[in-house]
């Protein structure tokens, strides 16, 4: 085909397997897909958005999110140690932690902390006190850190 010459259409330009081959070839052909009177005719439905909602709204949209798993963990402390000492502990070792008697223990929530307590026994259980709740503006501002 000559560079220079005026593009002319072919019939098998409107054939979509002529029309990749062409493509391959270096010319350029477009294939439309059929549309369906279906598919022109169904209108687009839009809930409407209010700026003000009603407490049993704003209730409603929470619920979406109350079923939705996360790890909570109480943190007794921490400690690192390199992995021969790992390979050594037995049944009756014992881990040096960082935290203190009397501390407080962490609560993390995914990993972030949200308070603090103290080890408690109910019922012959094992539970925690929470003795201070850390606010989301001390929470941002620890994610800033």
Not at 111 to 117: D, K, N, P, S, V
């Amino acid at each position: 085909m000559d560079a220079n010459a005026p593009n002319q259409s072919s019939p098998s330009e409107n054939d979509p397997k002529s029309a990749a081959a062409g493509q391959e070839e270096g010319n350029t052909a477009v294939a439309e897909a059929p549309t369906t009177n279906a598919e022109e005719s169904k209108p687009t439905v839009f809930q409407e958005l209010s700026p003000k909602q009603t407490n049993s709204e704003a209730h409603n949209d929470i619920d979406f999110i109350l079923d939705i798993p996360i790890q909570l963990t109480v943190e007794l402390g921490r400690t690192k140690i390199a992995i021969k000492n790992l390979l050594q502990l037995t049944q009756d070792s014992v881990l040096e932690l960082d935290g203190m008697a009397g501390d407080p223990l962490d609560v993390l929530v995914n990993g972030c902390l949200i308070a603090q307590g103290e080890v408690v026994v109910v019922n012959e259980k094992f539970g925690l006190r929470l003795t201070d709740i850390i606010t989301p503006a001390e929470r941002i501002r620890k994610l800033n850190k």
